[in-house]
């Protein structure tokens, strides 16, 4: 239990963003986003300076726009969300191509699109650039609830395992030639995963309790959390991108 957790968004790289402080990047992601969130729809520009800062960091990162662009389909539900406001909205409408189209739905369905690729496009870059245990320790860092980091604790050490777990659990009721596969058959599937939780909860907590009795207090180990902690440098660093974020969102905001 020891080794290292990997995920799937992770790019191992050497870089410049890759060596920031978990604490730097996530504080980093968060302010932009709200910088993002707090522009005015109608300042187009700004959402063109935006996705600029994106580029520079992924290009410092070294995270290809190729890779980007793929894992951003997470957002499509949105984006089709997005494009069914202009036809649906009310007030003054405009016609596009014998099309009525709502003005109001079309600045909405922008809003939703640009706003919300330029906030996934940040998340991806924060997960690209950081493990899953930096996150966490990150996290306690800024301190964070401990309820938040203790669950994020367990699950990032303890998903294989209950993964592995439940693979072991389908071989045993398909070796008994139970394997539902149909509505009628959900009665075996809700037991199995019945089955699961409670073997993960009393696991959790058997483990939970011998953690206590070696002096875990809910947080992360004082040497964990002192070894690599950001400097003053390296903070002016990771605000720089957000504070160009604020200034561009503050000026959109006077313009229009």
Request: proline share 4%; with cysteine.
């Amino acid at each position: 239990m020891g080794a290292g957790h990997a995920h799937v968004l992770y790019q191992d790289r050497t870089s410049a963003v890759h060596r920031l402080p978990p604490e730097v990047k996530i504080t980093a992601m968060v302010a932009f986003t709200l910088a993002v969130v707090a522009t005015p729809r109608e300042a187009f520009w700004a959402f063109g300076g935006y996705a600029l800062l994106v580029a520079v960091v992924a290009a410092l990162a070294r995270v290809g726009a190729r890779w980007l662009l793929t894992r951003s389909l997470i957002e499509l539900p949105f984006v089709l969300f997005a494009f069914v406001l202009p036809f649906v909205g009310q007030g003054e409408r405009v016609d596009w191509f014998g099309l009525s189209l709502s003005v109001d739905g079309l600045y909405g369905g922008w809003n939703i699109l640009a706003k919300g690729t330029l906030g996934v496009l940040a998340s991806l870059l924060l997960a690209a650039t950081t493990p899953l245990r930096d996150l966490i320790l990150g996290l306690d860092r800024l301190r964070c609830p401990q309820v938040v980091t203790q669950i994020a604790t367990f699950m990032l050490r303890y998903l294989d395992v209950l993964v592995g777990e439940a693979k072991r659990m389908r071989v045993a009721r398909i070796s008994r030639a139970d394997d539902p596969r149909f509505l009628w058959q959900l009665r075996g599937f809700a037991a199995g995963v019945g089955a699961l939780f409670l073997r993960a909860f009393e696991r959790g907590e058997r483990v939970y309790l011998a953690m206590l009795s070696r002096g875990y207090t809910g947080r992360m180990p004082a040497v964990w959390e002192s070894s690599g902690a950001a400097t003053a440098g390296q903070w002016l660093v990771g605000v720089s991108v957000p504070a160009v974020a604020a200034g561009i969102a503050a000026t959109a905001a006077v313009l229009t």
